[in-house]
Structures are given as C-alpha cells and as structure tokens.
C-alpha cells in the first residue's frame, strides 16, 4: 500500500474511539446502505441499515439505563440475530460492560463464570428462558434479568425509546475509551477460564489497521456471536468499512444462505472450510463436466472471492485446493487476548501459507525463547479480578505472553505459528516435541477427521477419529491397518523418541469449544 494511502487511512482512523464513535460515523457515511440482513421467521430477506443500525442501538442504550441507570457488567445470552447486536453495541455505548455467553451455556456453568464476573444484569432471547429463571435462582445476584423476548418487542424498544422519546438524553453518555468495555471468557481448552478485560481502545485498535484492505464486500457471518473473532471482526469491520453483513443464523442453514446472499467473503474456523471445500470435491466428483470454479459457485455461490480463517492450523493443502477453485483463502492469528487478531490475511502469494501478515500499525511482535509475544494498542487491560493470572500473562518489559511457539519471516512481515507452549510434550531425556507439528503432518490425510497427539509413559501417542465418509468412499476394508501405514509413513526420518509409537483409533469426535477448538484437557488416552 503506498505511504500515501496509509496516512491517509491513519488519519481517518484517528476519530474512532469508542463504539459510539462507530456507529455514529457509519451512519452518516454509509446512510441508508444495507449494514445487515437476515432471513424473518417467515422466510423473508429483512434489511437494516447503518442509520438503522444507530438508532436501534441507542434506543437499546436509553433502555439499557432507564433500568439499569448504574454502571455494571451485562450479560447476554443469545444466538445470532439483529436483536442481538443491537443489544450488544446498545449495552456498548451505555456505558456498561458487555459480557457475551455461548448460548448452549449450561446453568451450573454460568452460575460459576457469573460469580467470577459480577454479572449483575441478565439480557436473554426468549427462548433461553427456563435457563435464565434456572440461573438467576441460583445465582440470587441479578438486579435485572430481562427477557428480550422477540422481534415484536425489539420494535416496541426501538420505537418507544427513540431520539423523539422523553428518553432521549439516556444516550448521552460519556465514555472513556480506556475503560474495559467487555469481558471475554477465554475457551478454556487448556485450563481454567479466564475474564480478558478489553476497552473501548483496545477494539477499535484492533479493526483500524493499515496492512491490508478489502473493497466493497458482502460478508455471510457464520461464526458465533459470542466469540470475540466474530463480533469483532465481523461487526465492528464492516461499520468501520461500510460492508455488508448477512446472518447466518443456525450452522444448518448455511448452504441455503451461502445461495440466497451470494456473499463474496466470509470469516470461518478450518473446520468449517474443510466441510465446505469437502462438500465441492464431492459435487465435483458427481458432475465432472463442471470446472472448478463452477463448481465451487455451486456450494458458495458466484460472487465469492476471499475467505479468512483463523483459530487452529490450516494445511497448505487447504489454501490450494481453494485457490483451484478461484478462492483466496488466507489465515490470520490471535486470541482474546488481543481483541482478537494479531496478523490479517493478505493475497500475496509469497508467505501464503503463513499464519498471516503481522499487523504492524498495531502490535510489536517479537519471538523469544520460541515463543510469541507481542505488545500493542489491542492487548487486554487483564484478566478480570485474576491479578496474578495477569502478571505471569506479561514479560518485564510489558509484552503479552502468547503461549504459542513461532517463528517471524526472513522478511520480517509474516508470522508462521507452529504449535503451542502448553502443549510441548518434554520426554524423560528432555527432548521437546510439539504435538501440533506432528499432527500437522496428517492434515491432508481425508480419512483422518481429527488427531491429538500426546504421551504416555514416554511414548508418541496418536489418537484419531476418521471420517467414515471417506473410508467408505475409498472402499477401506481394515482401517486400523491403513491407518498404521500413514503413521509409519508419518515416522519416516524421525528420531525413535520422536516417532508415533502407539495409535488409538476413536469412535466419537473430540469434545470441542463452541469454536471448534478440540478440548486437549478433555482428551483421555
């Protein structure tokens, strides 16, 4: 991007601070353009714009603090929906501190993590509402537990405590941009779960860096709306952009949504892209007179172009397989922590296979000891009332520990992520292996679903779960004898110490994450 385009972009950035900054300039930028769409319960396409948008969310906030006048933490349960996100960004410029929770959040679960975070009011879908009466019973701590009920409702709020409203001047809320705006609960794949506090600067840092731009796009949001990758770099990006959105809604609906929106971009995990460039292969094994961009058009529609992933590893056989079929499909890393990404996908072919182009206009990264680490606007203010979890989470000299082992380019621009600290397996002779490198090696292997590797008394343990599918397309008799093969040939050139010694075939997939992040703690060999 020439230097000139960049000053530009960085003074234009300089008026964002807070959410209400967002939501106000987008308006007056992007007016009546489509910001969201999504389908009603009686099958038709609804479309919200960006002055719609705003007005929603205030009235939202003018709500929010007619009844919760006081400053407190907010929790919300809820799937994906425009109700949703009004309610997010209303909680936002409020004033209050937004709290998101998976929507599949057992009680006994949220009675724990809201004891941890000082919930102190409770927004919740009406379809949540045995868990909520469940979990306000036995939390006792709720001064607001509000069922926002439906879409009928939302109107009622949005009309009622409009700009025209006696309600008007509840909006008018000062806001520091270095407050913590939101509280995010990390996935716990490796232990306890931990509050990342993060402000106001921390998000709008996050989505205002100059490394790589998009046109005018129209996104399908997949992702759940309660992770940080999705609110944030769905969201807050495209107000800050002026693209679109179109909801996803349930996972199962994806297909007939991918064709009704025709989307040219979307944010996903690997597992994700994996089922859909799996979903191609098989269309175009039925129709071989397609080629393969048609058939690609077949699964995601024509307009598709660019795919960003992020959240585990991705093979470069994956980012082929999609480049054949006329998709740029990149990865980018990071983690709650830091609001959350750390690199942005780019479409240059020289680090493609790269877990992205660092954001330099955001954070120092540095590598040290093999692991990452890195300092910048977007990194957490702490973990929320963990003083010594966020101590031993920061360097002397104020650099945020990743965990994450990598290495940086010879050019100094890409970031190449290559397994995590937690998760080394360290021998009896002191040999340090990185189960993810290993696992690495079956990532093109179709037969093989999901890998863990792990130890057992000194030895290289490789758990799998196969895809039935595949072993009955290629016609598998003894699957534990093919698979032993692939392990034997993965052994190839390997020290003995750092072979697979013991294969496990599994009949269930992993637990996971509402990510679809395997759970190692949960593993048991």
């Known amino acids: 991007m020439e230097n000139k385009r960049i000053e530009e972009l960085v003074k234009f950035y300089e008026q964002f601070h807070t959410v209400r900054d967002l939501i106000d300039i987008s308006a007056e930028r992007f007016t009546n353009k489509p910001f969201i769409k999504y389908v009603d319960g009686n099958g038709e396409i609804v479309e919200k714009s960006f002055i719609d948008l705003r007005d929603n969310s205030l009235a939202i906030c003018r709500y929010i603090r007619s009844v919760c006048p006081e400053r407190m933490h907010v929790g919300i349960i809820g799937k994906t929906s425009y109700e949703y996100i009004t309610a997010m960004t209303g909680a936002l410029v409020s004033g209050n501190v937004f709290v998101p929770f998976a929507p599949n959040i057992t009680v006994e679960e949220a009675v724990e993590l809201f004891e941890q975070g000082d919930i102190e009011a409770l927004f919740y879908e009406d379809t949540f509402a045995e868990t909520a009466k469940a979990i306000e019973e036995k939390y006792g701590r709720l001064k607001v537990c509000i069922n926002m009920g439906n879409a009928e409702w939302f109107a009622d709020i949005y009309k009622d405590y409009d700009h025209d409203s006696e309600y008007a001047p509840l909006s008018e809320v000062e806001l520091n941009p270095e407050d913590c705006a939101t509280i995010i609960y990390t996935s716990g794949t490796t232990g306890k779960r931990k509050g990342v506090m993060l402000s106001s600067a921390n998000l709008i840092a996050n989505i205002t860096y100059t490394e790589f731009e998009q046109g005018d796009e129209v996104l399908l949001s997949v992702l759940p709306m309660h992770h940080i990758f999705c609110f944030t770099s769905d969201y807050f990006k495209s107000l800050l952009e002026g693209f679109t959105v179109c909801l996803n809604g349930d996972i199962s609906k994806m297909g007939e949504n991918l064709a009704r929106f025709q989307p040219t971009t979307m944010r996903m995990v690997p597992m994700i892209a994996e089922t859909l460039i799996r979903k191609i292969n098989i269309l175009h094994k039925r129709f071989p007179q397609l080629t393969a961009r048609e058939a690609a058009e077949k699964v995601f529609g024509k307009n598709i172009s660019w795919i960003a992933v992020g959240g585990a590893y991705v093979s470069p056989n994956l980012i082929d397989e999609y480049e054949k079929h006329g998709i740029i499909l990149r990865q980018g ?167 697979i010694a013991i294969l496990k075939i599994r009949e269930t997939p992993f637990p996971k994450t509402s990510t679809g992040k395997i759970k190692r703690t949960k593993v048991t060999f």
């Open 333 to 499: 890393y990071g983690m709650s922590e830091t609001a959350p990404k750390v690199t942005t996908g780019d479409n240059s072919n020289n680090h493609k296979y790269s877990s992205g182009k660092i954001m330099k206009s955001i954070f120092d990264v540095r590598i040290v000891d093999g692991e990452i680490q890195v300092k910048g606007k977007s990194v957490m203010m702490g973990y929320y009332k963990m003083p010594e979890e966020t101590a031993k989470a920061f360097t002397e000299d104020g650099y945020l520990r990743t965990g994450d082992l990598g290495r940086i380019s010879d050019d100094g621009e890409h970031l190449y992520v290559t397994g995590r600290a937690k998760n080394l397996i360290i021998l009896s002779n002191g040999e340090n292996i990185s189960p993810e490198e290993i696992e690495k090696k079956f990532a093109d292997e179709k037969v093989i679903k999901e890998i863990v590797v792990s130890s057992e008394n000194d030895r290289i343990v490789a758990e799998i779960f196969p895809d039935s599918d595949f072993v009955a397309a290629l016609e598998i008799e003894n699957l534990e004898e093919y698979l032993q093969k692939k392990v034997d040939e993965a052994n190839k050139g390997e020290k003995t110490e750092r072979e």
